[in-house]
């Protein structure tokens, strides 16, 4: 895996399971204002169009005053968008795997990392995956385009169902789990996980369901069907515009 993905890239509200989030979704001010800000580094900006930031933290409802995790936050550029939707009674954890650490280290990263005092409401977590815990309990979890390397070898990899209920434990009731990841094709599971970077939507509803939690439904902001899920995700014809899939889950109000 390339570091970009290991840490450099180390997503319309649905009222159905099955219809994705219109394109007319109305954008709240506060995530406008997060992804116009000014102190966002420009190789963030550049990546807005094909990333579409704003519509995919509409769809996972972040809101001011939330307590959220960025799961393996790769370059933080979500962490620092959500950083500003949080606001000052908001807090982000960027949680960094232990488990890959040995990636970190052959790209100079080393832990604590340095604070960017223009995101004071962020800290950064630095243990097993499978330990995930933060501090308080949250509102969100959040991975994007990871999910798949926890499938595979250089991530260990660590027991996916240990690491879902491990984040469904660290949610409030009612807390939300989002995963947004390259697709593959149907049916084809884990086996494009370690080669094109890419798995089987189905495989993470199933797996994140099994931890406890309840499907939502799916934003096809980042939907591609140009896109036939036969090339690696870094491939010049199709890198930045894959074709994506953005689910939410809810942890059950007790």
């Not at 890239?9 to 989030?21: F, M, R």
């Not at 960094?96 to 080393?110: C, H, L, Q, R, V």
């Not at 991975?143 to 660590?158: A, E, I, L, R, V």
């Not at 499907?215 to 069907?225: D, F, R, T």
Request: glycine content about 6%; charged content about 25%; some cysteine.
């Amino acid at each position: 895996m390339k570091f970009r993905i290991a840490l450099g890239a180390l997503a319309a509200l649905c009222l159905s399971a099955s219809v994705g989030v219109a394109a007319t979704q109305k954008i709240p001010a506060y995530i406008t204002a997060a992804v116009a800000n000014p102190d966002r580094p420009e190789a963030d900006t550049k990546r807005d169009a094909d990333r579409k930031p704003a519509e995919c933290v509409a769809f996972a409802g972040i809101k001011p005053g939330d307590k959220v995790a960025d799961l393996i936050p790769g370059g933080r550029y979500f962490t620092r968008i959500f950083s500003k939707v949080v606001g000052p009674k908001g807090w982000v954890y960027a949680y960094y795997p232990s488990n890959i650490d040995e990636i970190y280290k052959k790209n100079g990263a080393t832990f604590p990392l340095p604070e960017d005092p223009k995101y004071p409401n962020v800290s950064v977590i630095h243990a097993p995956v499978e330990k995930f815990v933060a501090p308080e309990k949250l509102d969100v979890v959040w991975t994007s385009q990871n999910y798949h390397d926890m499938h595979d070898p250089f991530f260990g990899p660590p027991d996916m169902a240990v690491v879902n209920k491990a984040i469904y434990d660290s949610l409030k009731p009612g807390g939300v789990y989002i995963v947004l990841d390259h697709a593959a094709q149907a049916g084809s599971g884990l086996r494009d996980t370690n080669t094109l970077h890419r798995i089987d939507p189905a495989v993470v509803k199933k797996e994140v369901e099994a931890a406890g939690f309840v499907y939502v439904g799916e934003s096809k902001v980042l939907a591609n069907p140009a896109d036939d899920h036969t090339k690696k995700v870094f491939d010049p014809s199709i890198r930045g515009k894959t074709d994506q899939f953005i689910f939410k889950f809810r942890k059950p109000k007790k």
